[in-house]
């Protein structure tokens, strides 16, 4: 079975700062990963996704996440905040292999407040 | 391209009262998803399909049923609404093995 854990169900930063939103997995294949974003009132757009390539995975608006297998983890970084990243943050594991037909097992979510 | 749609957008039902939430994309996906969203809960997800005329549970399947008929339309009917399906409901779609395209959701109350 799959899990994710998302730490840190609220993340605020001020606006030009650092944004780190921590995500830790649980595999028994190798897994996919990716990061998801939600506006509000919207569905989710993706941001990002590793999926055995590069170790380091670009996505769009300026973030990016490592894949760091010793530490089962995929954390979301962005060098600085704008408001526009004002929005709820999720990771999800899938395995894409067998019979899991691309399911997707997500963590709870993160919400990320900018501060101006 | 529209991508994924659902209907509606809002819906408010009385406890005991049925309904089919409707999903339809023009990508040709394959694969297509139901998830339920509720706070601090992150996405479940509550049946899937890999083609038409083939459909599975998830991980919260009871109180749904769902068809798939054709590649575009993927309705998940609830029978028997209970407050407890008071949720977010988001359908999805992928291609084999990649990224899932998220419809805009369909808010449901059971009062």
């Known amino acids: 079975a799959q899990s994710v854990t998302q730490l840190g169900s609220h993340v605020s930063v001020s606006e030009g700062a650092l944004v780190l939103l921590r995500c830790n997995y649980s595999?028994?294949?190798?897994?996919?990963l990716f990061w998801y974003v939600q506006y509000p009132n919207q569905g989710l757009q993706l941001l990002l996704k590793y999926t055995s390539a590069a170790t380091l995975v670009k996505g769009i608006n300026g973030f990016e996440a490592e894949f760091k297998k010793s530490e089962t983890s995929f954390h979301l970084t962005k060098p600085s905040a704008h408001m526009s990243d004002a929005a709820e943050y999720f990771c999800?594991?899938?395995?894409?292999?067998?019979?899991?037909?691309?399911?997707?097992?997500f963590g709870q979510g993160t919400i990320l407040t900018v501060h101006p | 391209n529209a991508g994924v749609t659902q209907t509606p957008k809002f819906r408010i039902l009385k406890i005991g009262q049925s309904m089919t939430l409707q999903c339809t994309q023009d990508?040709?996906?394959?694969?297509m998803y139901w998830y339920r969203q509720d706070p601090g809960m992150g996405l479940k997800l509550i049946y899937y399909s890999v083609g038409a005329g083939i459909t599975d549970k998830g991980e919260v399947p009871n109180g749904y049923n769902v068809s798939r008929s054709t590649t575009e339309d993927f309705p998940l009917r609830l029978e028997l609404a209970a407050p407890s399906q008071t949720s977010v409901y988001f359908c999805?779609?992928?291609?084999?093995?990649?990224?899932?395209?998220f419809g805009p959701g369909t808010r449901l109350t059971v009062l």
């Open positions: 999805a779609s992928s291609p084999v093995s990649d990224t899932q395209y």
């Open positions: 990508m040709n996906h394959n694969y």
């Open positions: 999800a594991v899938s395995d894409f292999g067998g019979t899991s037909y691309g399911k997707l097992t």
């Open positions: 595999s028994s294949v190798p897994p996919y």
